[in-house]
T-cell receptor, first 111, second 117 residues
Framework: AQSVTQPDIHITVSEGASLELRCNYS??????LFWYVQSPGQGLQLLLK??????LVQGIKGFEAEFKRSQSSFNLRKPSVHWSDAAEYFC?????????FGAGTRLFVKA | EPEVTQTPSHQVTQMGQEVILRCVPI?????FYWYRQILGQKVEFLVS????????KSEIFDDQFSVERPDGSNFTLKIRSTKLEDSAMYFC???????????????FGPGTRLTVT
């Protein structure tokens, strides 16, 4: 069955610290992978996506993610977190005319 | 850049009433979708629509839900008799313009927040 697992329900980091949000997926075919960010009460903003090629993808707002097929992972990283990054982050997998979302990780940023 | 639009941004309705949520997909897209996000939970697939037919639907998409493409630009989700548990953010998405392109990525609208009282 297709699924996306985000093991961390919430994470707290200090402003300026580095960030890594974990994502593991289960998908029978070639996965197309996405990270979205959602502020409270708002819509989904696409941070980055991976279809093929270079396994390290760059996104908006200084985020990057690395696809590791052997680990079925697509972790999101940022070298230095800003207070404005506090939000909910969703990992998602597509490729079959349906996008399957993880449960999300809420990021808290402390001063 | 073309984008998916949704109206209204917020809809309040009483339990038992019918609601229609509207979406304008990207103009050359062929595949259309609805997703639902209950507050504090993940985004869940409801239904996909292609060539004026439902392609796939989830177990959430029961008989109270229907979708329609009434003209060349709109895509609607109707909930016939709303229940309190239908309160959620509803996202429309579209993909295309070819089957290959559609299989890669869906483009999401900003969502309609439905509140059932």
């Amino acid at each position: 069955a297709q699924s996306v697992t985000q093991p961390d329900i919430h994470i707290t980091v200090s402003e300026g610290a580095s960030l890594e949000l974990r994502c593991n997926y289960s998908y029978g075919a070639t996965p197309y992978l996405f990270w979205y960010v959602q502020s409270p009460g708002q819509g989904l903003q696409l941070l980055l996506k991976y279809f093929s090629g270079d396994t390290l993808v760059q996104g908006i707002k200084g985020f990057e993610a690395e696809f590791k097929r052997s680990q079925s992972s697509f972790n999101l990283r940022k070298p230095s977190v800003h207070w404005s990054d506090a939000a909910e982050y969703f990992c998602a997998v597509g490729g079959g005319f349906k996008t399957i979302f993880g449960a999300g990780t809420r990021l808290f940023v402390k001063a | 850049e073309p984008e998916v639009t949704q109206t209204p941004s917020h809809q309040v309705t009483q339990m038992g009433q019918e609601v229609i949520l509207r979406c304008v997909p990207i103009s050359n897209h062929l595949y259309f979708y609805w997703y639902r996000q209950i507050l504090g939970q993940k985004v869940e697939f409801l239904v996909s629509f292609y060539n004026n037919e439902i392609s796939e639907k989830s177990e959430i998409f029961d008989d109270q839900f229907s979708v329609e493409r009434p003209d060349g630009s709109n895509f609607t989700l109707k909930i016939r008799s709303t229940k309190l548990e239908d309160s959620a953010m509803y996202f429309c998405a579209s993909s295309g313009p070819s089957r290959l392109a559609a299989s890669y990525e869906q483009y999401f609208g900003p969502g309609t927040r439905l509140t059932v009282t």
